[in-house]
């Protein structure tokens, strides 16, 4: 059993920064990639920020430049640091892990961007 564990979450102004984690556990044998994903309220989910095997990360347009997504395998953890936020980014934000067999979800945490 795979589990992945969000935080970091919370209420910051526009143009503030929040880092996201998301930890690591269970029997992961392999990983193709990992990432983080994004669900606003009333739209589908998307694609933040992903991080392959191979070590290509690929960003969202939106996120481009403000947002970087790091993983450090000694802590199982896997990082995304949001800088200059805006109210477009305001969502629950997801972790998740595909070992090329399934793919596994975090319970996702809030993230508020307003004034």
């Known amino acids: 059993q795979v589990h992945l564990a969000e935080s970091g979450g919370g209420s910051v102004q526009p143009g503030g920064s929040l880092k996201l984690s998301c930890a690591l556990s269970?029997?992961?044998?392999?990983?193709?990639?990992i990432g983080w994903y994004r669900q606003a309220p009333g739209q589908m989910r998307e694609m933040v920020a992903t991080?392959?095997?191979?070590?290509?990360?690929n960003y969202a347009d939106s996120v481009k430049g403000r947002f970087a997504i790091s993983i450090d395998l000694a802590q199982n953890t896997v990082y995304l640091e949001m800088n200059n936020l805006t109210t477009q980014d305001t969502a629950v934000y997801y972790c998740?892990?595909?070992?090329?067999?399934?793919?596994?979800w975090g319970q996702g945490v809030q993230v508020t961007v307003s004034s």
């Open positions: 269970g029997k992961i044998f392999s990983i193709a990639d």
């Open positions: 991080n392959s095997k191979g070590g290509l990360k």
């Open positions: 998740r892990l595909n070992n090329g067999a399934s793919l596994y």
